[in-house]
């Protein structure tokens, strides 16, 4: 499964933004993944941002919450990751992830495909 993504670029603080990720699978296997958004900064690891599961719970970082929302549409293989009010803080590669079966997890080593990355910084 190949995952690109889409969407990344420079924004002023407050400003939003939106990631999408396509994945080369059909519906139905795609339908059972488990997704994910990871994000890395110069100098630190990667760390997880959010995940939704097969069945469509979610799960955000503490420092996310609020302002980032993950979707999936099954029906055109992609999931998008919207960001308001953004932060300098935010600047980081985004990766889209995803796993093999529906349960999700907040550990990269757990998912299977990856995209590859796309640059978001968040400056005045």
């Known amino acids: 499964v190949e995952l690109v993504e889409s969407g990344g670029g420079l924004v002023q603080p407050g400003g939003s933004l939106r990631l999408s990720c396509a994945a080369s699978?059909?519906?139905?296997?795609?339908?059972?993944?488990?997704l994910g958004w990871f994000r890395q900064a110069p100098g630190k690891e990667r760390e997880f941002v959010v995940y939704?599961?097969?069945?469509?719970?979610?799960y955000y970082v503490d420092s996310v919450k609020g302002r980032f929302t993950i979707s999936r549409d099954n029906a055109k293989t992609t999931f998008d990751l919207q960001m308001n009010n953004l932060e300098p803080e935010d600047t980081a590669v985004y990766y889209c992830?995803?796993?093999?079966?529906?349960?999700?997890?907040?550990?990269?080593?757990?998912?299977?495909?990856w995209g590859q990355g796309t640059q978001v910084t968040v400056s005045s």
């Open positions: 992830a995803a796993r093999a079966t529906a349960v999700a997890y907040k550990t990269a080593p757990e998912y299977d495909y």
């Open positions: 699978d059909d519906v139905f296997s795609f339908s059972k993944k488990a």
């Open positions: 939704i599961d097969g069945v469509g719970n979610t």
